[in-house]
């Protein structure tokens, strides 16, 4: 059985950092791209931040020059790295691996940021 699991959530002041982890075990298929969603109270899901094969990058344009996305696909294993943090960030965050199988994708189950002071 394929799991994601985040880790590196909590509770900062606005203008600090965190760095969201996702790890994944289990036996995956070929995962070609890896991406960070959120979804505050209230709203729908957005995406955040996706990095696929090869490295290529993109960000949301709420996150962008803040937000910092690496992994490896290969390794099944991704990073934000988010700084400058802002009320508004609070959301629960969950990594995401889509798979060259079209339909096919993997979901972790989510972990809470709040940006409070």
């Known amino acids: 059985q394929v799991k994601l699991e985040e880790s590196g959530g909590g509770l900062v002041q606005p203008g600090e950092s965190l760095r969201l982890s996702c790890a994944a075990s289990?036996?995956?298929?070929?995962?070609?791209?890896m991406a960070w969603y959120r979804q505050a109270p209230g709203k729908q899901r957005e995406l955040v931040a996706t990095?696929?094969?090869?490295?290529?990058?993109d960000y949301g344009d709420s996150v962008k020059g803040r937000f910092t996305i690496s992994g490896d696909t290969a390794k099944f294993t991704v990073y934000l790295q988010m700084s400058s943090l802002k009320p508004e960030d609070t959301a629960i965050y969950y990594c995401?691996?889509?798979?060259?199988?079209?339909?096919?994708?993997?979901w972790g189950q989510g972990i809470q940021v709040s940006v409070s002071s």
């Open positions: 990095i696929r094969n090869g490295g290529a990058t």
């Open positions: 289990g036996t995956l298929l070929e995962v070609y791209k």
């Open positions: 995401n691996f889509d798979t060259v199988v079209y339909g096919h994708e993997y």
